[in-house]
């Protein structure tokens, strides 16, 4: 008998939700900053055994959308729900209010497997993390789904895990392989995630922006990676730091370039490790006016599906 399906993490800004997919699959495939949504676009990673594939999905966090970019984002996290197979709602230690109600109300609504995982309990105390396990056992009624499962599996199951620090992560697994439906593969057993190198060349970057830079820039910027050539020994890469205007160019790149030069460092050193192999980047800025508003641009960076 072989399993296989989608497990999707959904969850409120910041509360571990990329942590939690890199722990499952082992590679760093989602950058991971102190910002909130850091995650902008839907990210699969995918976990093979002999006789299982999970597909996990790595979601942006739920936020009311201020401008098309995050418009574009939760239509991402809409997409989760319509083919997960289980949900993963994340939540984290001192979080007491939902920020989107009406996701919230999917979730409870659902008719697949939910796991209400409590997250960053290592930042706790035993007093804080019972008072908010018996918090959202409220807010997630048990009994709500036990009927279309035959009772075999209610609605929400909760468990506490540091996602940071692995505690709990591999019983959060176990479980999923529990759940997960009888399937053939969906993807080839040697396939590690769904997007190309190119994405994760301007995730790196990104992460290196949202680390350095403050306030407006990291949320004004776009990297695309216009050339990529693989030889034997080395890759070589150029990318382009897309941002909304010239005074935001001047701060990426900063005096004498030290600034920009300091990103194409490290992005590039991760990129070895990620890749395995030398890598040369070449970084160069450029202003593309207002492109979080465009629905044209938008898609042209792969934010809009439709």
Not at 256 to 279: C, I, M, N, T
Not at 280 to 285: D, P, R
Request: overall charge neutral; charged content about 25%; aromatic content about 10%.
């Amino acid at each position: 008998m072989h399993k296989a399906g989608f497990v999707n993490i959904i969850g409120n800004p910041n509360v571990g939700k990329s942590t939690l997919m890199n722990a499952f699959v082992g590679e760093k495939l989602s950058i991971i900053t102190s910002k909130a949504q850091t995650t902008r676009h839907r990210i699969l990673g995918i976990v093979n055994g002999d006789d299982f594939q999970v597909i996990l999905s790595d979601t942006p966090g739920i936020i009311k959308p201020a401008y098309e970019l995050q418009s574009s984002m939760m239509d991402f996290v809409k997409s989760a729900f319509e083919d997960a197979d289980i949900l993963i709602y994340m939540v984290e230690i001192g979080e007491k209010e939902l920020k989107d109600e009406a996701f919230f109300n999917k979730i409870t609504a659902s008719k697949k497997p939910v796991l209400l995982l409590l997250n960053k309990i290592d930042t706790s105390n035993q007093e804080q993390l019972e008072a908010q396990a018996q918090l959202w056992q409220q807010k997630v009624p048990l009994e709500a789904q036990a009927q279309l499962w035959q009772q075999k599996v209610p609605n929400a199951e909760f468990i506490a895990i540091s996602a940071l620090e692995g505690f709990n992560v591999k019983n959060v697994f176990d479980r999923i392989l529990e759940l997960l439906p009888e399937s053939p593969a969906y993807y080839p057993k040697d396939q590690l995630t769904d997007k190309p190198e190119r994405f994760f060349v301007n995730e790196k970057i990104r992460e290196k922006i949202l680390m350095h830079y403050k306030k407006e820039i990291p949320y004004a910027v776009e990297v695309v990676t216009e050339e990529f050539f693989e030889e034997e020994d080395i890759i070589r890469m150029r990318s382009v730091i897309m941002v909304e205007r010239e005074t935001q160019k001047g701060i990426i790149i900063g005096h004498k370039g030290s600034a920009l030069k300091r990103v194409g460092v490290e992005a590039r050193k991760d990129l070895e490790k990620f890749f395995g192999k030398q890598v040369h980047l070449e970084l160069y800025v450029k202003v593309n006016k207002n492109w979080r508003s465009s629905q044209n641009q938008l898609k042209r960076f792969g934010y809009n599906n439709s």
